[in-house]
């Protein structure tokens, strides 16, 4: 039996969104509480999507993301990507948001989770060929990654049999509009090659790569 009843959980909101990532947020704190960390153990998670669609943006939001902080023996999680979070050493991502969006609904294990990283490494490439340089939506990353067993066991545990974290986070996700016409993979990851010339055009403005 799993921390999270996959069957109890239901659609909170689009990817980037304040309510998805508070829930995100909540299902993490939970798994984490109950797996019984050493109290001086720290770590933090934080998730920053860059260039979100404005409706992800109202009531004064200043980022779309979430993060997760263990610290002084207490488990804490919530909307942004707050600082006092970034100074714990730990798993600090920071992506433009049409690059994660589509496939990050899709469910799978890690045959699955390979065939989605195949499916962006092609997109990357079909993209750096038609813009005409190298690595046109990368973001710098706050600090070097650190995913220790110590929360990547609880956080991950059933991923093979549809739960653990992404799974959770996919299974309350709301498709995003956006994407709705574009060709995708299995893992829908979008396809850039198979694009009409308006919906690279559109792709692009929502990945905020300048022509």
Request: proline fraction near 6%.
């Amino acid at each position: 039996m799993y921390v999270i009843d996959m069957a109890s959980l239901k659609k909170e909101g689009e990817f980037g969104s304040k309510a998805w990532g508070e829930a995100c947020a909540a299902a993490s704190v939970k798994i984490l509480e109950a797996a019984n960390l050493p109290d001086s153990f720290e770590w933090a998670f934080t998730e920053c999507y860059t260039h979100p669609p404005a409706r992800l943006m109202v009531g004064g939001r200043k980022k779309a993301g979430y993060f997760i902080m263990v610290k002084d023996g207490q488990i804490t999680g919530g909307d942004g990507e707050p600082d006092e979070a970034l100074e714990i050493p730990g798993f600090h991502i920071r992506a433009r948001w049409a690059a994660l969006c589509n496939q990050s609904g899709a469910l799978y294990g890690i045959e699955g989770g390979r065939k989605r990283g195949e499916g962006e490494k092609a997109m990357r490439a079909a993209i750096e060929k038609h813009v005409g340089r190298k690595n046109p939506y990368s973001e710098e990353q706050p600090s070097e990654m650190w995913w220790p067993d110590t929360v990547s066991g609880p956080l991950m545990a059933g991923s093979e049999e549809g739960n653990g974290l992404h799974n959770i986070a996919a299974t309350m996700q709301i498709p995003s509009p956006e994407f709705a016409d574009f060709p995708v993979t299995e893992m829908l990851v979008p396809i850039f090659d198979d694009m009409t010339e308006k919906q690279k055009k559109d792709f692009l403005k929502l990945l905020a790569i300048d022509l």
